[in-house]
């Protein structure tokens, strides 16, 4: 069956198109043909990848290679404890990588689970419950408050149904249904008032309605074949460290193969050059390095659980740190996702409503002034009828809070009921009333419910006084039904010149982004009737209530704290364009000469349009997750870094698209999470801030460990190689070159890993996407102090030998000099920006205690009498030791005085640096 535009038609067209007949449904033998001809109303499962080949997958990566390799080499020389070592962190990398995948595939499983488990439909003419999976297009299905809708369907028959769509469209009102056909075809999901979609709730009212759509072809089924279709790209920090891994191993090959031959042409022995070329081998790879990124990663993810962020892949966490744009869902995500009365307007006076979420606490101002509500009978008046004609429970209770593998209980207020009834119950009870204390007093005769016909809701109270009506509802209808006026205390007639203040007032509110709801009432004879429609008319009109899901209080810092740190934040919701446009001006998401596109504009613009102008857009309004996915994929090809936080299902496919992808952990849907690499438990995009943070602190942290390894493995190397050009003796053995890179890559480089923040790093502008890991002159840093390090090494190598000293001692002297040389500047990587002394000796314990355990290691090896034999060292005295200690400074030294000489010479250059 093809997709018509089924909100157009109608409903006689409809059920004329699939020949069902209104009354008696389809019969048995043409449900089951239309079950075999269009299969079962479930959402496809793409081809599943075994676990095993899954886990397999993982060790495809180029380092994890070049660890297998390096490990190789770790056993032919014997270093069997090198060995397992790095096969353990080998497993655990692949553990890693496959949990991290095969979570990320249950997106479509959750996502199954928000279809109903059954429907209530009508075949041969008999009303039955079948399994909602059995649904085929043309059945007759009844839906009634609290049900999951199982299907697309085209409605036929409404009372007062009003349904959830938000995780579909992310809206949080409720959207009236209503049978008529409407004249755009075109119209977005949140204007098809006529239909149900499958995974959508039913929150009040009932209806029946004949199915369109099934299985893959409903809406929802299209958000999962978008989930399916959207890619997952490498991270950067992985692109770079493959690249990196590269250069890396075909510099070490040539210069260790470059090394053996002069040892070769030297006469040196065969056995001896080989063992020590593959000794420099295992040195120069760094197999240190992915160990030190999980755990630089690890420890950041740590440091966001206490802020309550949860990362479900490591390599996020850096991406983040590079985030050039953040695209955010507005609903619950920027918004509280809770509605609340912002302004209210009685004939003779606004006022304005403080207080966040349904909290009861708030204040009411009068221009700028605090006023106690039950001194003003307007205002009192006004929410009185607020509280009466409404049928929400606002409470207060333990709310169960299960963010992944966390779970935490926390007492807040909560609504039963429509959300908007809610806003209202919440601005009563804030001036204290409270409908269970008014009721002690009057009591509940009847009710005439809203429907979307109707837009109004009436209630008959009865008390001592005698009988009242209270009718809220759209402006205009109630407006129409009333011929009084509530003004100055008392009752007078509701002239047009009134009239006309009324509407203004309701269009200055509109234009806030308001959504208006308008009061009265009417006392009525002690002789009353029933409660009936032929009541609702000469009342008496009190006021006006404007109502939106108000910015959260901490988001607008948070987005100060973006844009300082050179983020641009993008709000991208399916609400309507005014309302978008209101929330991103609270928010100063949206400046003055910024774009606002719609998704009707979206549609009529191609991808390279949409490329020249995302650049200058900060709002999308009205928008469908097809809409989400171009925007992410248009800021991609743009050369963006882009984040994308979302909560609905509608918003799962451009959270899996995106760099990375943030999902709400708390109010947000099982879908969305498992598409998203980070989960904010806290639904705070605050949170985002401070995950920024700790990306570029982790990556800071990464290229402090790069620079500290690959400078001392330059080092090493050019000790090896100067040593062999200058025709001296091979300056150290292969046991002592990989106790050096024992000693140094151990505990020492991951202890950077694990370096704090860095202050000023939000102050930052994003990296550039295509900027190499080597990038800002990193590159000379490492070759500049690897050549220092290596010079002085050999320098000490050779006075030893000019002073006589046996081979044994000179080399111990080299030995001890890379050593102390290495450890003395792994203080100068702490920071690229400032000198060691301003980051603080003391800031980072755990690399002070590193440093300490490795000088004892190498006095171990040098003092111990069994372990000094091994590595052919002999015990040093006082002035050897303060020979080596000198050497081992002049690099810092150097460094420094050429660094502080080149700021003064070039002011100007070293401001702009840091």
Same mark, same amino acid.
């Given at each position: 069956?093809?997709?018509?535009?089924?909100?157009?038609?109608?409903?006689?067209?409809?059920?004329?198109?699939?020949?069902?007949?209104?009354?008696?449904?389809?019969?048995?033998?043409?449900?089951?043909?239309? %079950?075999?001809?269009?299969?079962?109303?479930?959402?496809?499962?793409?081809?599943?990848?075994?676990?095993?080949?899954?886990?397999?997958?993982?060790?495809?990566?180029?380092?994890?290679?070049? *660890?297998?390799?390096?490990?190789?080499?770790?056993?032919?020389?014997?270093?069997?404890?090198?060995?397992?070592?790095?096969?353990?962190?080998?497993?655990?990398?692949?553990?890693?990588?496959?949990?991290?995948?095969?979570?990320?595939?249950?997106?479509?499983?959750?996502?199954?689970?928000?279809?109903?488990?059954?429907?209530?439909?009508?075949?041969?003419?008999?009303?039955?419950?079948?399994?909602?999976?059995?649904?085929?297009?043309?059945?007759?299905?009844?839906?009634?408050?609290?049900?999951?809708? +199982?299907?697309?369907?085209?409605?036929?028959?409404?009372?007062?149904?009003?349904?959830?769509?938000?995780?579909?469209?992310?809206?949080?009102? +409720?959207?009236?249904?209503?049978?008529?056909?409407?004249?755009?075809?075109?119209?977005?999901l949140g204007d098809r008032f006529n239909m149900a979609f499958m995974g959508t709730l039913a929150v009040s009212g009932r209806a029946s309605g004949i199915v369109v759509a099934t299985g893959m072809k409903t809406e929802m089924g299209r958000v999962a074949d978008l989930i399916q279709g959207a890619e997952e790209m490498a991270t950067p920090l992985q692109k770079r460290l493959e690249q990196m891994g590269h250069y890396l191993v075909g510099i070490c090959v040539l210069v260790c193969a470059l090394v053996v031959l002069l040892g070769l042409s030297q006469g040196l022995p065969p056995y001896k050059m080989f063992m020590?070329? /593959?000794?420099?081998?295992?040195?120069?790879? &760094?197999?240190?390095?992915?160990?030190?990124?999980? /755990?630089? %990663?690890?420890?950041?993810?740590?440091?966001?659980?206490?802020?309550?962020?949860?990362?479900?892949? *490591?390599?996020?966490?850096?991406? *983040?740190?590079c985030a050039t744009v953040i695209c955010s869902d507005k609903t619950g995500t920027l918004t509280q996702n809770k509605m609340n009365v912002r302004e209210l307007w009685t004939a003779g006076q606004s006022y304005q409503v403080e207080g966040d979420g349904y909290s009861p606490q708030g204040e009411f101002l009068a221009g700028k002034q605090s006023i106690k509500p039950e001194q003003d009978p307007a205002l009192l008046l006004a929410l009185t009828v607020a509280a009466l004609?409404?049928?929400?429970?606002?409470?207060?209770?333990?709310?169960?809070?299960? &963010?992944?593998?966390?779970?935490?209980?926390?007492?807040?207020?909560?609504?039963?009921?429509?959300?908007?009834?809610g806003a209202l119950l919440v601005a009563a009870a804030r001036a204290g009333l409270w409908r269970q204390d008014l009721e002690r007093q009057i009591t509940r005769q009847g009710e005439i419910p809203f429907d979307g016909t109707r837009k109004r809701m009436s209630v008959l109270y009865s008390g001592a006084k005698g009988p009242v009506l209270y009718m809220k509802g759209a402006p205009e209808t109630v407006l129409a039904r009333c011929s009084q006026i509530y003004l100055d205390g008392k009752v007078v007639k509701l002239t047009q010149s009134l009239r006309q203040k009324v509407m203004v007032q309701n269009e200055t509110m509109a234009g806030m982004a308001l959504r208006n709801l308008a009061m009265a009432y009417k006392p009525l004879p002690h002789t009353r009737a029933e409660i009936s429609e032929s009541m609702e008319e000469d009342?008496?009109?009190?006021?006006?209530?404007?109502?939106?899901?108000?910015?959260?209080?901490?988001?607008?810092?948070?987005?100060?704290?973006?844009?300082?740190?050179? #983020?641009?934040?993008? =709000?991208?919701?399916?609400?309507?364009?005014?309302?978008?446009?209101?929330?991103?001006? =609270?928010?100063?998401?949206? +400046?003055?000469?910024?774009?606002?596109?719609?998704?009707?504009?979206?549609?009529?613009?191609?991808?390279?349009?949409?490329?020249?102008?995302?650049?200058?857009?900060?709002?999308?309004?009205?928008?469908?997750?097809?809409?989400?996915?171009?925007?992410?994929?248009?800021?991609k090809r743009c050369g963006h870094i882009v984040g994308m936080t979302g909560d609905g299902?509608?918003?799962?496919?451009?959270?899996?698209?995106?760099?990375?992808?943030?999902?709400?952990?708390?109010?947000?849907?099982?879908?969305?999470?498992?598409?998203?690499? %980070?989960?904010?438990?806290?639904?705070?995009?605050?949170?985002?801030?401070?995950?920024?943070?700790?990306?570029?602190?982790?990556?800071?942290?990464?290229?402090?460990?790069?620079?500290?390894?690959?400078?001392?493995?330059t080092g090493e190397i050019l000790t090896m190689l100067v040593a062999m050009l200058m025709g001296l003796p091979l300056p150290l053995r292969a046991i002592q070159i990989?106790?050096?890179?024992?000693?140094?890559?151990?505990?020492?480089?991951?202890?950077?890993?694990?370096?704090?923040?860095?202050?000023?790093?939000?102050?930052?502008?994003?990296?550039?996407?295509?900027?190499?890991?080597?990038?800002?002159?990193?590159w000379q840093k490492i070759v500049g102090r690897g050549t220092l390090i290596g010079l002085t090494t050999v320098a000490v190598f050779a006075w030893s030998l000019e002073q006589g000293m046996e081979l044994e001692a000179a080399r111990t002297m080299a030995f001890a000099t890379l050593i102390v040389a290495q450890l003395?500047?792994?203080?100068?990587?702490?920071?690229?920006?400032?000198?060691?002394?301003?980051?603080?000796?003391?800031?980072?314990?755990?690399?002070?205690?590193?440093?300490?355990?490795?000088?004892?290691?190498?006095?171990?090896? =040098?003092?111990?009498?069994? *372990?000094?034999?091994?590595?052919?060292?002999?015990? %040093?005295?006082?002035?050897?030791?303060?020979? #080596?200690?000198?050497?081992?400074?002049? +690099?810092?030294i150097l460094n420094y005085a050429l660094s502080i000489g080149k700021a003064l010479i070039f002011p100007r250059a070293a401001a702009a640096k840091k």
């Open positions: 069956m093809s997709q018509l535009p089924w909100s157009s038609m109608s409903f006689n067209d409809t059920t004329r198109h699939f020949q069902t007949r209104p009354e008696s449904g389809l019969s048995s033998k043409e449900a089951a043909g239309r %079950l075999e001809k269009n299969g079962h109303n479930v959402l496809a499962q793409a081809k599943k990848v075994s676990p095993v080949i899954l886990f397999l997958y993982q060790f495809r990566d180029f380092m994890v290679l070049v *660890l297998l390799a390096a490990t190789l080499l770790s056993a032919a020389l014997g270093e069997y404890t090198d060995a397992i070592v790095i096969i353990g962190i080998v497993i655990v990398n692949a553990i890693l990588g496959f949990v991290q995948e095969y979570r990320a595939e249950q997106s479509l499983e959750a996502l199954r689970g928000m279809t109903a488990p059954t429907a209530r439909t009508v075949r041969d003419g008999v009303r039955r419950e079948i399994p909602a999976e059995e649904l085929v297009p043309g059945d007759l299905v009844i839906l009634e408050a609290g049900d999951r809708i +199982p299907a697309d369907i085209r409605l036929g028959e409404v009372r007062q149904l009003a349904v959830n769509e938000a995780p579909l469209t992310g809206e949080s009102e +409720p959207v009236v249904k209503q049978v008529e056909a409407l004249e755009d075809s075109g119209a977005s020590a070329g /593959i000794s420099l081998a295992v040195a120069a790879i &760094p197999e240190g390095l992915p160990a030190v990124v999980t /755990i630089a %990663l690890a420890i950041g993810v740590q440091r966001m659980v206490r802020k309550n962020a949860i990362v479900r892949r *490591l390599p996020a966490v850096e991406t *983040l740190g004609c409404n049928n929400a429970e606002l409470r207060k209770g333990p709310v169960e809070i299960k &963010p992944m593998w966390r779970s935490r209980s926390r007492a807040q207020w909560s609504v039963d009921g429509d959300p908007t009834e009342l008496i009109f009190v006021g006006l209530f404007g109502m939106m899901d108000p910015p959260r209080p901490e988001v607008l810092p948070a987005i100060k704290k973006c844009h300082t740190a050179g #983020i641009k934040t993008v =709000m991208i919701t399916g609400d309507h364009k005014t309302t978008a446009m209101a929330i991103a001006r =609270m928010l100063r998401m949206l +400046p003055d000469k910024g774009n606002v596109l719609t998704g009707a504009e979206l549609d009529k613009i191609s991808d390279n349009k949409l490329e020249q102008m995302v650049e200058s857009t900060y709002v999308y309004a009205r928008v469908t997750p097809e809409h989400k996915l171009r925007i992410v994929r248009a800021l299902v509608n918003d799962a496919p451009a959270v899996k698209e995106a760099d990375i992808g943030i999902a709400m952990g708390n109010t947000g849907t099982d879908v969305t999470r498992e598409a998203a690499a %980070l989960v904010l438990a806290d639904d705070n995009f605050t949170t985002i801030v401070g995950a920024v943070e700790e990306g570029r602190s982790i990556y800071d942290n990464i290229r402090k460990f790069i620079r500290f390894l690959l400078a001392c493995n990989l106790w050096i890179n024992l000693v140094t890559d151990g505990l020492p480089a991951m202890a950077l890993g694990v370096d704090p923040v860095e202050k000023g790093v939000m102050e930052r502008q994003p990296r550039s996407p295509r900027e190499g890991i080597f990038s800002q002159g990193l003395i500047y792994v203080f100068d990587c702490r920071s690229e920006r400032s000198y060691f002394w301003q980051v603080g000796l003391f800031s980072n314990p755990w690399l002070i205690a590193a440093v300490l355990s490795s000088f004892g290691l190498l006095l171990v090896v =040098m003092y111990h009498p069994m *372990l000094a034999e091994v590595f052919t060292t002999v015990p %040093l005295q006082m002035e050897q030791w303060a020979i #080596i200690f000198g050497a081992s400074v002049f +690099p810092t």
